[in-house]
């Protein structure tokens, strides 16, 4: 009787350490999307809006999302084309940032890129923080997980995670550089 018990705490320790720790060089899931402004994780080939954070409203997706898959291809949807690389500033960004290309819609008011969440339940907020005639400046801000991890008993994998954001434009793109900043918290 006291082997059993003592099997049985054994299994429930390790259970909740299992929960507590996570593998880094562990695969990152393939990222989901969110819409206008944010990104957080979702299922593989569609998207899920977690809960939004105290404040704040959820909103719907207009668009398919620029998606990453696990082995860094980048998919477009269709009606997105690539912005030329000299009218894409990036210098700022960290090396952490692997893909630095902007998508533009077909009207030009709506542009696509893939920012990098801090762990694989986080996700990013990104808001267009200055448009003036020659450029538009988005600066991405990657969220925080909720201590723990999120509601429900997910484990989040501590692994930079790449997240696509979409922001829309009062005005078309045009010939304006888009310059691409992160706030790091």
Do not use: F
């Amino acid at each position: 009787m006291k082997t059993i018990l003592s099997t049985a705490v054994t299994a429930l320790a390790l259970l909740g350490l299992a929960g507590c720790s996570a593998d880094p060089a562990a695969p990152s899931p393939a990222p989901g999307t969110q819409p206008a402004g944010s990104a957080a994780p979702a299922p593989t080939g569609g998207s899920a809006a977690p809960a939004p954070a105290p404040g704040t409203a959820p909103t719907k997706s207009q668009a398919p999302h620029v998606a990453v898959q696990p082995d860094g291809k980048v998919d477009v949807p269709a009606g997105y084309k690539e912005l030329p690389a000299a009218q894409v500033d990036v210098k700022a960004l960290p090396d952490t940032y692997k893909e630095r290309r902007v998508w533009s819609s077909a009207d030009g008011k709506s542009l696509q890129l893939v920012a990098v969440a801090r762990d694989a339940c986080a996700g990013i907020d990104a808001q267009v923080s200055q448009a003036t005639d020659t450029s538009v400046t988005v600066s991405l801000s990657p969220m925080t997980s909720p201590q723990g991890g999120p509601e429900g008993g997910k484990v989040c994998a501590t692994v930079l995670t790449p997240r696509a954001v979409e922001l829309a434009l009062e005005q078309p793109i045009g010939t304006r550089t888009v310059v691409v900043t992160e706030n790091a918290g």
